[in-house]
């Protein structure tokens, strides 16, 4: 009370909530790997802003990645959609919206690095949530991979796995508008449901078939020219021995191996990929950044034309960041995981 | 004796060795997988013309792909350089020589298809089972995966296992010749000392070594751009890792895998093909046989000037034959190995 009149800056400070990974995941995460922490934000200095979280994402990736990029104490590696609240760079005005790499927070601090502008035509009637997932990331991941890594071709045959998701959902689609045929495997009859809405020519579950090797035998009976593989493990296993010869596996994710305390095995793919001339490429999005700007006009042109649609399950609540992304994780979602603040 | 005089054709028939396989290999072949039958063979026909072999092949690919192409009782597969001793086809004159996918037998009958005549100007200093080897399919093998595989270009780091092999070997002096560094690895001392006579920079016995890990970082501590992948199984697994980001992998063969009764298991690659991006393509040489004439006067001409050389793990005897693929199998042989009949 007493320092109550003479620190009028200390008490415009915003406070950030900011989730923790307090320990590296084992397994599963759990809610004992997170911890919800509140940070006192400077104020923005000459060219920084002040940002304020509207969506967040939760995404596959972090799992694995985070091994890689982060230690133990940091705030959760991670991607948001915010405004501008106070700003001191005028490439960012207030009232603005950009997507930013910001991490598990609800309020930034940023000198402008790592911030892209939303587009400035952004649809009204569009939800700029879809900034995370169709016309963000993951549908960046689903073009450069049925571009840039498979070179898809009109007329031939594509597998999806994890087909429901954020990214093989536009994976389909995508597939569909070049003229190719697609099958779609995933893991709950709605999302079976949601694939067959979408356009695919065939979507199985593949926790309920008899048998995956069958079921992806009577999908395609003259097998597969490009699978995108967003799940590996035992299923790349049976679905390799089906890819035609010089099949292309475009490698970009393995969802069933991300909590894996000790790795999963199998055959090895050598005789395989030898008699059938298979090439397999893993990759990341980022590799093709420079064509970002023109790609996602692309994919909003499709949201706008209703070419390619969406799905998201929207988590509400910055407090259940930790709860949507270990749903993610087991497959609660139909579409892209988003929490909204 | 009755009929002695009344069938001059039947005596001069000629009768040809053939090696039979008996029953599908099961784990590393045996003696009791193989039968010497003796063939009758017929006069040759109108466009017909009578071979006999001089020198044959062996060669891992055997093994594999009799489970995939012959069938219990079949001639066993393979090519051999015979030597033109009746012809009724003016393409290949008596005398001549020719490459031809015969199987393992001492003389055939063929209406040319599948032969290919020699090199006209073969040099006489160079033996021809080079046309089994260097200058033949191995050799080929070499080239298109270092090529139009790997694309490897000077200053790259190559990796090449099974390095004192009939490929290998050619493997790692192409690679010398593009400027790059190279890293082999064999199975004995013996095998080292060859691959270091041949201009390898760095080679060691993975099974000596008291960690393939190790040796492998010591050879190359930045990693490695690309790797030639003759093995497969647990050498790939340790070897996966260790590419740098965006290398290629061509995987030409994997002879730890081949006589497997039950498939080995390993790690699954995903993460790490994703996280470092790299590509990984399986191919056989005959996708280039366009190429062939062309390829084949490279590699003569390198040979030829002493840049390319070669050695050869020389088996005599037509009835050795299985002897000498057992052998191949677990790594007898330094360079080609070759049966002169």
Same mark, same amino acid.
């Given at each position: 009370?007493?320092?109550?009149?003479?620190?009028?800056?200390?008490?415009?400070?915003?406070?950030a909530?900011?989730?923790?990974?307090?320990?590296?995941?084992?397994?599963?995460?759990?809610n004992?790997?997170?911890?919800?922490?509140?940070?006192?934000?400077?104020?923005?200095?000459?060219?920084?802003?002040?940002?304020?979280?509207?969506?967040?994402?939760?995404?596959?990736?972090?799992?694995?990645?985070?091994?890689?990029?982060?230690?133990?104490?940091?705030?959760?590696?991670?991607?948001?959609? +915010?405004?501008?609240?106070?700003?001191?760079?005028?490439?960012?005005?207030? =009232?603005?919206? *950009? /997507? #930013?790499?910001? !991490?598990?927070?609800?309020?930034?601090?940023?000198?402008?690095?790592?911030?892209?502008?939303?587009?400035?035509?952004?649809?009204?009637?569009?939800?700029?949530?879809?900034?995370?997932?169709?016309?963000?990331?993951?549908?960046?991941?689903?073009?450069?991979?049925?571009?840039?890594?498979?070179?898809?071709?009109?007329?031939?045959?594509?597998?999806?796995?994890?087909?429901?998701? +954020?990214?093989?959902?536009?994976?389909?689609?995508i597939?569909?508008?070049? =003229?190719?045929? *697609? /099958? #779609?495997?995933? !893991?709950?009859?709605?999302?079976?449901?949601?694939?067959?809405?979408?356009?695919?020519?065939?979507?199985?579950?593949?926790?309920?078939?008899?048998?995956?090797?069958?079921?992806?035998?009577?999908?395609?009976?003259?097998?597969?020219?490009?699978?995108?593989?967003?799940?590996?493990?035992?299923?790349?296993s049976?679905?390799?021995?089906?890819?035609?010869?010089?099949?292309?596996? +475009?490698?970009?994710?393995?969802?069933?191996?991300?909590?894996?305390?000790?790795?999963?095995?199998g055959?090895?793919?050598?005789?395989?990929?030898?008699?059938?001339?298979?090439?397999?490429?893993?990759?990341m999005?980022?590799?093709?950044?420079?064509?970002?700007?023109?790609?996602?006009?692309?994919?909003?042109?499709?949201?706008?034309?209703?070419?390619?649609?969406?799905?998201?399950?929207i988590?509400?609540?910055?407090?259940?960041?930790?709860?949507?992304?270990?749903?993610?994780?087991?497959?609660?979602?139909?579409?892209?995981?988003?929490?909204?603040?």
């Open positions: 009370m007493e320092n109550g009149d003479c620190c009028p800056k200390q008490r415009t400070m915003v406070q909530k900011t989730w923790i990974l307090t320990k590296h995941f084992e397994g599963l995460p759990k004992s790997n997170f911890e919800l922490k509140l940070e006192q934000l400077p104020e923005p200095k000459d060219g920084e802003v002040l940002l304020e979280a509207i969506f967040l994402t939760v995404d596959p990736y972090m799992r694995p990645l985070s091994r890689v990029r982060m230690n133990e104490g940091d705030v959760m590696i991670g991607t948001q959609v +915010a405004k501008v609240i106070q700003s001191n760079n005028p490439t960012f005005p207030v =009232g603005s919206h *950009v /997507v #930013g790499r910001c !991490g598990w927070r609800t309020h930034t601090v940023s000198n402008g690095t790592d911030l892209i502008p939303i587009m400035h035509d952004w649809p009204q009637d569009i939800p700029m949530s879809l900034a995370l997932g169709t016309v963000g990331m993951p549908g960046l991941t689903a073009l450069y991979g049925i571009e840039e890594v498979l070179g898809l071709k009109a007329g031939e045959t594509l597998l999806v796995n994890a087909a429901a998701g +954020a990214v093989g959902s536009v994976v389909g689609q597939a569909k508008l070049k =003229g190719c045929k *697609v /099958v #779609g495997c995933a !893991g709950s009859d709605a999302k079976v449901a949601f694939l067959k809405d979408l356009g695919f020519d065939e979507a199985f579950n593949y926790k309920s078939v008899t048998s995956l090797d069958q079921a992806l035998k009577d999908a395609s009976p003259d097998g597969y020219d490009c699978y995108f593989e967003n799940v590996g493990g035992p299923f790349s049976v679905a390799l021995p089906q890819m035609k010869n010089f099949g292309r596996i +475009a490698v970009c994710g393995g969802i069933s191996l991300y909590n894996d305390t000790t790795p999963q095995t055959p090895y793919p050598h005789l395989t990929m030898i008699f059938k001339q298979l090439k397999m490429e893993g990759f999005q980022s590799r093709w950044e420079h064509k970002n700007p023109e790609s996602l006009r692309r994919l909003m042109a499709w949201v706008k034309e209703g070419k390619v649609t969406y799905r998201e399950h988590t509400e609540g910055f407090e259940n960041m930790p709860a949507a992304f270990m749903g993610l994780l087991v497959g609660e979602n139909i579409g892209k995981a988003i929490v909204k603040v």
